[in-house]
T-cell receptor
Framework: GAVVSQHPSRVICKSGTSVKIECRSLDFQATTMFWYRQFPKQSLMLMATSNEGSKATYEQGVEKDKFLINHASLTLSTLTVTSAHPEDSSFYIC?????????????FGPGTRLTVL | GENVEQHPSTLSVQEGDSAVIKCTYSDSASNYFPWYKQELGKGPQLIIDIRSNVGEKKDQRIAVTLNKTAKHFSLHITETQPEDSAVYFCAASTDSWGKLQFGAGTQVVVTP
C-alpha cells in the first residue's frame, strides 16, 4: 500500500520557539494532505487541509497564523508550529488520500510527538 | 457538519471471543466509512473500509456492516487475539479523498 512518512517522529522544544514537521507521500503524489492533532486518550481532530500550490484551509478554531502550512510539492506538506507553548504539546498526524479507483483511501503517517517545555 | 458517535469507549474480551464496535453518523451525504487501528504512539492504520453502495464487507477475521437507513455501521472482529488489543476508530466522509470525521475511539483489550 501507499506510504506516508513524517519527520521528525519526536521533538522537544522550549516555549516560544517554532517547530517544523514534514509529511511526505513516498510512492504517490498527493495534491491534498490533511493535518490532525491528537491529545492523549482522545480522538483525531482535523486541523487543516493542505492544498498543493494554494492556501491551506483551516478548521474552525485553528489559528492559521500559529499553525503555518506549506504544500510546496506533490509529495511534501509541512506544518510549522510558531511560538510554541506547552498547550501545543500533542501528537500531530498527517494523512494523504491515494490508491486510485476502488482502493481509494487515506493513508496516515506515523505521527510526530511534540513536547513543549 | 458530520458528527460520528462511537460505542463502547472500552471493550474487554477473552481471547477467541468476538468484539463488536458500533458507530452512528449524522450526515446522510456521507458515503465512505473506514475503520482504523491505532497502537500506542503510532499513527492510525486502516484495517477495513466500506462504501455506501455495499452493506457488508469482510476481510478474514474482520467485517464491517453498514445500515444507511439507520445511519450506523459496525466493526466485527472474530476469534480475537492479544495482538488485536489497540484503540479502534471509526470515521465517516463524503468521499474517500475528503475530510474524515472520527469517532471517539474504542480501547479494545484482549486477555489471554
Amino acid at each position: 500500500g501507499a506510504v506516508v512518512s513524517q519527520h521528525p517522529s519526536r521533538v522537544i522544544c522550549k516555549s516560544g520557539t517554532s517547530v517544523k514537521i514534514e509529511c511526505r507521500s513516498l510512492d504517490f503524489q498527493a495534491t491534498t494532505m490533511f493535518w490532525y492533532r491528537q491529545f492523549p486518550k482522545q480522538s483525531l481532530m482535523l486541523m487543516a487541509t493542505s492544498n498543493e500550490g494554494s492556501k491551506a484551509t483551516y478548521e474552525q478554531g485553528v489559528e492559521k497564523d500559529k499553525f503555518l502550512i506549506n504544500h510546496a510539492s506533490l509529495t511534501l506538506s509541512t506544518l510549522t508550529v510558531t511560538s510554541a507553548h506547552p498547550e501545543d504539546s500533542s501528537f500531530y498526524i498527517c494523512s494523504a488520500p491515494g490508491g486510485g479507483g476502488a482502493s481509494d483511501t487515506q493513508y496516515f503517517g506515523p505521527g510526530t510527538r511534540l513536547t513543549v517545555l | 457538519g458530520e458528527n460520528v458517535e462511537q460505542h463502547p469507549s472500552t471493550l474487554s474480551v477473552q481471547e477467541g471471543d468476538s468484539a463488536v464496535i458500533k458507530c452512528t453518523y449524522s450526515d446522510s451525504a456521507s458515503n465512505y466509512f473506514p475503520w482504523y487501528k491505532q497502537e500506542l504512539g503510532k499513527g492510525p492504520q486502516l484495517i477495513i473500509d466500506i462504501r455506501s453502495n455495499v452493506g457488508e464487507k469482510k476481510d478474514q477475521r474482520i467485517a464491517v456492516t453498514l445500515n444507511k437507513t439507520a445511519k450506523h455501521f459496525s466493526l466485527h472482529i472474530t476469534e480475537t487475539q492479544p495482538e488485536d488489543s489497540a484503540v479502534y476508530f471509526c470515521a465517516a466522509s463524503t468521499d474517500s479523498w475528503g475530510k474524515l470525521q472520527f469517532g471517539a475511539g474504542t480501547q479494545v483489550v484482549v486477555t489471554p
